[in-house]
């Protein structure tokens, strides 16, 4: 299985949980790539898949990707361009709208102002999971719900999760593992 974790808005590759992960699948004999985007410089949809064009492998039924906040917006744009499902999608904090922050709202415009075609990302996404912590302040319950309605898959609650990074104390993240159909 190769694994793609994105990273979000203002994140990398060595943040939050990612590298924790990377360790954890890596020693189950999995390949896991964690590539850089450009951000808050430079950030849009058009840099970050030059960006994972460039750092990871192409992407396909035997790919699970993870994207966290608005890594999750990213996954939608690569979902929707592929020719095939990926084996798994794993959404956490994942929003696709709005969420009234001026700055990052800025950022995240060509990721979430975006008319997106909803049937061939659901087709597309393989086994996927929703991940949200119901005291996110960044992402609201309505943002996750919302976004939840439109990926078809229920949000699952992680109680005091925050925006489930290093922020809130996420520096491992054993839920994640826990969903991953490893084969």
């Known amino acids: 299985m190769n694994i793609i974790i994105l990273h979000g ?9 990612f590298q924790w992960l990377k360790t954890q699948l890596g020693d189950r004999g999995h390949t896991v790539y964690v ?19 460039e750092q990871a492998p192409q992407i396909g039924k035997d790919t699970i ?20 499902p990926v084996a798994q999608s794993v959404f956490v904090s994942g929003f696709i709208q709005k969420l009234g922050n001026e700055f990052f709202d800025n ?29 996110d ?5 309505a943002a996750a719900a919302y976004f939840s309605q439109h ?12 925006h489930l990074n290093a922020e ?8 994640v593992l826990d969903v991953l159909d490893l084969g």
């Open 9 to 17: 808005t203002g994140g990398s590759p060595e943040g939050n949980w």
């Open 35 to 53: 590539p850089r985007f450009p951000t808050p410089e430079g950030q849009s949809v058009e840099a970050w898949r030059a960006a994972l064009g």
């Open 65 to 84: 990707l993870i994207g966290h906040s608005c890594g999750a917006a990213f996954m939608l744009h690569i979902l929707e361009s592929l020719n095939q």
């Open 107 to 135: 950022l995240n415009k060509t990721f979430t102002e975006y008319d997106f075609n909803w049937d061939k990302i659901r087709a597309n996404m393989g086994r996927a999971t929703l991940l949200w912590g119901n005291n």
């Open 137 to 141: 302040p960044y992402v609201p319950r």
């Open 151 to 162: 990926i078809g898959v229920p949000l699952t609650i992680i109680p005091n999760g925050g």
């Open 168 to 175: 809130f104390g996420y520096t491992e993240f054993p839920q």
